[in-house]
């Protein structure tokens, strides 16, 4: 167990260092620089605002200098917003994108799991084709999508704000445009998992010793069929971040995702590099922490593992 986790951290580490190096010199690749969009800018103030953000030193210079900086938490200061820097913005927008994410993973592992489970118990009926449709149409609209067409018919017909943060009713619309395909993707693993759980033996034992139905589903059935969903919520968390960053700016949300964007649009080098960076590390400490539960959850790997 101890060599999978310490391996898992090498890996983890390896990770974030590449996306670190292959940011920047991305970055530097790009033609032009930040300052010269700033009309006809006198060439005294243009050289003065590349030295004061280091873009006058060599590239291998200024990728060391940013490799310090980062292993001390400085991400430097926005080259747009010159009263703040990426820690700032990074402070203040990732709650909100946080909370707006787990908001929508809730929602959909919640959902997902129910209506997976419904159309396994009620194959072929009436319940199983309406999960399928929701999961079908799910899978099919982007996020994006979605989130215009609930501006559209919902936020017109329920009074629900179409744009603000603040309160729980500024999150309703925003979570549930952003928690329909990861929604639509556990129901469809949740379904084929319980139909293939429904089906060994050991499920046929326990109903021939009288046990509940009831039991017998939630104890024995739920418990093994929620394994797969397990495995992919890496894979989700990450889709939702990247899904995160169009649906702050439809719906005007304040968080990284919306900081994430204008920077592309200002080329706002020290803002696309920390917040890239700082996703990735996020990203990659989700993916670690569903290994580790994985490994937890699920017996056999953990033996697997430690052999």
Not at 47 to 61: A, F, I, T, V
Request: charged share 15%.
């Amino acid at each position: 167990m101890s060599k999978f986790i310490l391996k898992r951290l090498a890996l983890s580490f390896l990770t974030v260092f590449c996306v670190i190096t292959v940011t920047f010199f991305l970055m530097h690749a790009i033609p032009g620089d930040p300052f010269r969009k700033e009309g006809k800018m006198p060439e005294v103030v243009y050289q003065n605002l590349r030295r004061k953000y280091g873009l006058d030193k060599p590239k291998s210079e200024q990728y060391v200098i940013y490799l310090q900086n980062i292993l001390k938490g400085d991400f430097g200061d926005s080259m747009k917003r010159e009263s703040e820097t990426v820690n700032q913005m990074i402070n203040r927008g990732f709650p909100v994108s946080m909370r707006l994410g787990l908001q929508a993973l809730f929602v959909a592992i919640i959902f997902g799991s129910v209506l997976g489970i419904l159309a396994a118990l009620y194959q072929n009926k009436f319940p199983d084709y309406l999960s399928m449709i929701i999961a079908l149409i799910g899978i099919s609209v982007p996020s994006f999508i979605m989130g215009q067409l609930l501006l559209q018919f919902i936020a017109r017909n329920t009074g629900l704000p179409i744009g603000g943060w603040g309160e729980f009713k500024h999150t309703i619309l925003p979570s549930l445009a952003l928690a329909l395909m990861p929604l639509a993707q556990i129901a469809r693993l949740m379904r084929s998992s319980m139909l293939e759980v429904l089906g060994q033996d050991y499920i046929k034992t326990a109903r021939s010793k009288g046990i509940g139905k009831s039991a017998v589903i939630i104890k024995h059935a739920v418990r093994n069929a929620i394994l797969p969903i397990v495995s992919v919520l890496g894979t989700m968390v990450s889709n939702l971040v990247a899904g995160s960053f169009v649906i702050e700016k439809i719906f005007g949300i304040p968080g990284l995702g919306k900081f994430f964007v204008e920077s592309i649009t200002n080329r706002d080098y020290t803002l696309i590099m920390g917040t890239t960076i700082f996703y990735s590390i996020v990203l990659v400490t989700m993916l670690l922490l569903v290994d580790l539960a994985y490994v937890l959850v699920d017996p056999r790997i953990k033996i697997t593992k430690g052999a």
